[in-house]
């Protein structure tokens, strides 16, 4: 079994760190080598998906719920969130588990209430 090792995570950044520095700890996480690249890679796409995003926010006629850009990035950001809740600490847990991102997306509702566009 490969050994795992603490990484400190910041979102905002799309930092992964084993050096504590800064505001690089907001979230914490015990993963192995493979697993901390999986997130990389999750990470990667969901920059990559709001680079997208952005280029797409500048049609002024198509609406963000029928956008596939903004899909791409919402999902992979869930998917990041669902790692580090796997892979985290107690706070690392309780603050995913308290913003409801551990969880599968309802597509219909929107922070508990009914999506008006759906």
Do not use: C
């Amino acid at each position: 079994m490969e050994k795992k090792h603490t990484f400190y995570i910041n979102l905002g950044t799309r930092e992964i760190s084993q050096v504590h520095e800064g505001n690089n700890d907001v979230f914490t996480i015990e993963a192995t080598m493979e697993e901390m690249f999986r997130l990389r890679q999750v990470l990667d796409e969901a920059y990559n998906a709001d680079g997208r995003a952005f280029l797409r926010a500048h049609i002024p006629y198509k609406h963000y719920s029928e956008d596939p850009e903004n899909d791409d990035y919402d999902n992979s950001l869930r998917m990041a969130y669902r790692m580090l809740y796997d892979l985290g600490d107690e706070d690392t847990k309780a603050f995913i588990h308290s913003i409801r991102m551990d969880e599968e997306a309802d597509s219909s509702e929107i922070n508990g209430e009914q999506d008006p566009f759906q």
